[in-house]
């Protein structure tokens, strides 16, 4: 099916110049959808980078900083709100058929307010004087990343012990919002194992390998224990998995290679 789009322009709010008007759209994409995500500073679910060439791209209406409003529920035509961040990943990651998106434009207040902090403390650095102004920017931006450090580290306790429980659904939302905040490499690349982990037990196979290769791209290099782990028996257990797993092990590839030419020469025969 090819993806189709609308849109649509919500009068609903107030018509002052401060609120002003936001643009919505809908949206039906198939996998792969192309669209990487973050969650917002209101707790949302936003378009953090769009993949050329990919479902969403092909549409034309996507834009980085869109916000997801609503999405199809996991299977049928019902639509959920995108309320929460890790609920809705949940969703999208689990969604069976076509992915249909009620989207809102982004206004690109806090893109600019960010980038104006930036630029005022590159000029300031370059002039070598740091203001008081400055100096309190940088504050904030340290306490603000201080706190995002302490959510995800709640985020990764919390669902640690969701997945200990069993509780693997509940667990999934705690990792999947880790994974919206802007998370360190290490820090994604377990986050990621750890989806890929909850998808497995959940018999959800293709989610579950989506999650693991976004582990692996992130950094996540423990092959050993993705060939051998009993939580992902459901993904190895895919013919995809092998062929998946091959393109990021080349120590185990070459060690194929390497046994593979030394059979061939004779070398283990005495």
């Known amino acids: 099916m090819d993806a189709q789009a609308s849109s649509t322009t919500d009068n609903s709010g107030s018509d002052t ?4 008007e936001f643009e919505e759209y809908e949206v039906e994409i198939e996998k792969p959808y192309g669209l990487k995500f973050a969650k917002g500073p209101d707790g949302g679910t936003y378009i953090d980078a769009i993949a050329p060439g990919r479902s969403a791209d092909k549409t034309g209406k996507f834009s980085v900083g869109d916000k997801v409003i609503a999405t199809s529920a996991v299977f049928g035509t019902e639509m959920w709100p995108a309320a929460e961040y890790g609920r809705t990943m949940y969703t999208i990651r689990q969604r069976i058929g ?3 998106m009620k ?3 982004g206004d690109g207040r806090i893109v600019q307010k960010e980038l104006t902090e930036k630029e005022l403390i590159r000029a300031e650095r370059n002039s070598g004087v ?3 102004r400055v100096r309190e920017i940088q504050l904030r931006n340290y306490q603000r990343k201080m706190e995002q450090k302490e959510r995800r580290e ?3 306790r919390e669902g640690l012990k969701l997945y200990k429980e069993e509780k693997y659904e509940e667990a999934l ?3 999947e919002s880790l994974l919206g905040s802007k998370p360190e490499p290490n820090e994604g690349s377990v986050a990621s194992y750890n989806v890929a982990c909850c998808y497995s037990k959940l018999n959800q196979v293709q989610a579950g390998l989506s999650a693991l290769e976004d582990a692996m791209e992130a950094g996540y290099e423990d092959f050993k224990s993705i060939r051998s782990d009993p939580d992902l028996v459901n993904l190895r257990a895919s013919e995809d998995f092998k062929p998946l797993l091959d393109r990021f092990d080349e120590s185990f590839i070459n060690e194929g290679a390497i046994n593979t030419i030394k059979s061939l020469f004779g070398i283990f025969n005495k």
């Open 154 to 156: 709640k985020d990764l």
């Open 17 to 20: 110049e401060e609120e002003g």
């Open 98 to 100: 076509p992915l249909l």
């Open 130 to 132: 740091i203001s008081d």
């Open 103 to 105: 989207m809102q434009k």
């Open 173 to 175: 939302e705690r990792f």
